[in-house]
């Protein structure tokens, strides 16, 4: 995420893995046996209320023309999309599809969603209460200060939020949506110890954007894409209000995926509890964590590399993201982590290149090849990524395929 002229920091921890890195699919390939899974956080935000939709009214904005190519070209079937403002009609979401992602680029074949989802975000909501401690509370949206005191950061509500998109059919009856669950409802909550007031604390709500489960229909198997993107463990102060979140934001995942952990968990409906014993899932989004380096609390997605439910064994990687990490240095050179392992190209000063982005499988999903779109400097479509100032993102597409 770019907030306020920064670049993302997060995480440290350490995790073994093993990797396996398959090519992406041809830009004309026909059906595959296996579901590719896939994150994107595209950049696709705008300063301004009403301005996406306004990019996307014609197929001439060179940003969302260069997020469709990377999309056509990775061919995701199922994709969550970070950073893409919300509009109450779904407008932006159905403008990207018509005039970008069904219209082929560069030798790129269109690529058709039939179905999507989007619902709105915390960010940019106010609050009505002095949440980052400055002495007052803003009300007037368009500012870093309003940002500050919203129930999550935005200038505007519906700033950064998220969309899905699927080739395979949306159980609607069946999402569930955490937008409203409260930080102080979390058992051993990690909240910053006396910053919030009690009566703050009645407002805050655990989720910067949303959680979204979205039961994903295979046939006449579910999987339920577990959607989200914590807020990054940074723009905060020593009391760490950022990087506490995000770790109970990534937390919310790894006790709901464990039905025993999960009992405390309520959606925006009222019903209770996590995942049923024994459903299949994918864990999608932008975690704001990496699990050696960056600037994340206490390790937070450890919670789910390894988390008992979660199958953590194939990383995506790219040689990419190795070849900028070494011609960038900088931070990179004192990184502890692989980076064939990053998925996001941040400031070389600091945190640097980090692995923020993650498609995580359950147990028992045989997980069949993975990738980041992070080609290398020489192949021609490395045009779709290139450097700062980023054609499309500086995070990078990941995908995951699992046995149908």
């Not at 956080?41 to 997020?67: F, H, M």
């Not at 069904?102 to 106010?126: D, E, F, L, W």
């Not at 509370?137 to 999550?152: F, I, K, R, W």
């Not at 009992?263 to 699990?291: K, M, S, T, W």
Request: proline residues 7%.
């Amino acid at each position: 995420m770019i907030r306020a002229g920064a670049l993302t920091a997060t995480a440290s921890a350490a995790v073994t893995a093993v990797t396996l890195a398959l090519p992406l699919v041809p830009a004309h390939a026909g059906e595959r046996r296996d579901v590719r899974f896939a994150t994107f956080n595209a950049s696709l935000n705008r300063g301004t209320e009403g301005q996406l939709v306004k990019d996307l009214s014609t197929p001439g904005n060179a940003q969302a023309a260069t997020v469709a190519e990377i999309i056509q070209r990775a061919r995701p079937d199922v994709l969550l999309i970070n950073e893409f403002d919300y509009d109450a009609r779904g407008e932006a979401a159905r403008l990207f599809q018509d005039n970008y992602l069904s219209q082929g680029r560069n030798g790129a074949a269109p690529i058709r969603y039939p179905y999507r989802y989007t619902a709105p975000s915390n960010t940019g909501v106010a609050s009505g209460h002095d949440l980052n401690n400055d002495g007052a509370v803003t009300t007037a949206p368009g500012s870093d200060a309003y940002g500050q005191d919203a129930l999550g950061y935005g200038f505007f509500p519906g700033q950064y939020g998220m969309v899905v998109y699927s080739r395979h059919p949306i159980d609607h009856r069946g999402i569930r949506t955490f937008q409203k669950f409260l930080w102080k409802d979390m058992p051993g909550a990690a909240l910053p110890p006396g910053w919030y007031s009690d009566e703050e604390l009645g407002a805050v709500r655990l989720s910067s954007k949303s959680h979204w489960d979205v039961p994903i229909k295979l046939g006449r198997r579910t999987v339920h894409f577990l959607a989200s993107h914590p807020t990054p463990p940074t723009f905060d102060g020593a009391e760490d209000r950022n990087g506490r979140r995000n770790h109970d934001e990534i937390r919310l995942w790894a006790d709901y995926v464990r039905p025993s952990h999960g009992r405390y968990l309520y959606d925006d409906q009222g019903r209770r509890g996590g995942l049923r014993p024994g459903a299949e899932f994918v864990i999608a989004g932008d975690q704001n964590a990496d699990p050696h380096d960056g600037d994340s609390h206490d390790h937070a997605i450890l919670q789910l590399l390894g988390n008992p439910r979660v199958n953590a064994g194939v990383r995506p990687a790219s040689e990419g993201a190795a070849e900028a990490s070494r011609l960038q240095g900088g931070a990179n050179a004192g990184h502890k982590g692989d980076p064939r392992y990053d998925t996001a190209d941040f400031a070389d000063t600091a945190p640097g290149n980090l692995r923020a982005d993650y498609v995580l499988p359950s147990k028992g999903l045989k997980a069949t090849g993975a990738g980041v779109f992070w080609p290398v400097a020489s192949d021609p479509l490395s045009r779709l990524t290139g450097a700062y100032p980023f054609p499309s993102s500086d995070h990078r597409l990941v995908w995951l395929d699992v046995r149908r």
